[in-house]
């Protein structure tokens, strides 16, 4: 499936007006069952079986969204559709989301200089921040806006001083 084919999946998701909770759920419901993913995407279930189990697992306002999903096998990529439609709710809140990657949980105040700073660099209305704990950059923190990234990360400027120190 086609990152096209992806959003276009995601914008029927957001036009059924599904809410944001149970799409989470689903999402939840999919990425914890690789047995649950196994039985739906194999084409030797019985469709009835498979929509039997989707009205057990899945949450009453994405049944019908699913088994559609089934029938034309798109179901295999439920995580990623549910996240292009998370992107679209944001957009549709005029919500700027970004990535931001840490060594540690940030304190409240900073994210909230954080979001400050992005709805003034940004113009937008809010910020959604999504942190990601990442040991490994020693110190410091990333910071990603869709295809910018802002890298003040320990682990980056020991690799930027080592190699400066190679072109010596």
Not at 9 to 35: F, I, M, N, Q, Y
């Amino acid at each position: 499936m086609t990152d096209t084919a992806v959003k276009n999946c995601a914008k029927v998701l957001l036009e059924l007006g599904v809410p944001e909770a149970d799409a989470d759920k689903a999402r939840g419901v999919w990425d914890e069952s690789e047995e649950l993913r196994k039985a739906l995407c194999c084409p030797a279930v019985k469709r009835e079986e498979k929509q039997r189990v989707i009205d057990k697992a899945f949450p009453e306002s994405m049944k019908s969204y699913i088994k559609v999903m089934e029938k034309y096998g798109h179901i295999a990529q439920l995580s990623e559709i549910v996240e292009q439609y998370k992107l679209l709710k944001l957009e549709q809140k005029e919500a700027l989301s970004c990535t931001l990657y840490c060594v540690s949980e940030p304190s409240a105040d900073i994210l909230r200089r954080y979001e400050q700073t992005l709805m003034k660099k940004y113009g937008a209305s809010s910020v959604v921040i999504k942190v990601v704990i990442k040991p490994e950059l020693i110190g410091g923190c990333i910071l990603q806006v869709g295809d910018k990234v802002y890298d003040k990360s320990v682990k980056s400027a020991v690799a930027a001083l080592q190699s400066e120190l190679l072109r010596r």
